[in-house]
């Protein structure tokens, strides 16, 4: 059964996503960035309330700004996904979650080393040039059920 639901336009989007976010962290930087993908549509909580698809979570805008960097600059984001990307994003649906991202709902990609925390929220670990953060004790149970 897959985490979320999901259609073949969201796997294509998501991959697109993936691809736009860590192509250059390889696939298990790719898969991180989807971990976090499904995480913030499971999570149902803090910034991601009533988030009920994959493409309300890649457009969703928060102050004023889409809350992922590759859709406000465009770069390989509007691209068409390959088959690879699908293969990972697929997997991320499906039932694929690791650390550092198992539960993380945000990452980013600092100039320095990785924040112990980010607005509050407890860092989890590195990949490459990608910092992960997963929500505070008690802000966001979901997260670690879905």
Partial sequence: MARVAY??????LMARMMRAEAEG????GMLYVGNVIVNRLVANCIDFKDLRTIEQVIFQV???NYSF??????NVFYQRAR????RLARQNLKFWRNHPAKFALWYFNPSG???????????????KQH???EPAAGTCDSVYRG
């Fill in 62 to 64: 928060q102050g004023g």
């Fill in 113 to 127: 080393d990785c924040p112990q925390t980010w607005y509050n929220q407890p860092f989890t670990g590195q990949f």
């Fill in 83 to 86: 088959d690879s990307e699908r």
């Fill in 131 to 133: 910092c992960f953060y």
């Fill in 25 to 28: 962290e390889g696939n298990q």
């Fill in 7 to 12: 259609r073949d336009a969201d796997v294509d």
């Fill in 69 to 74: 960097e590759a859709v406000q600059k465009g």
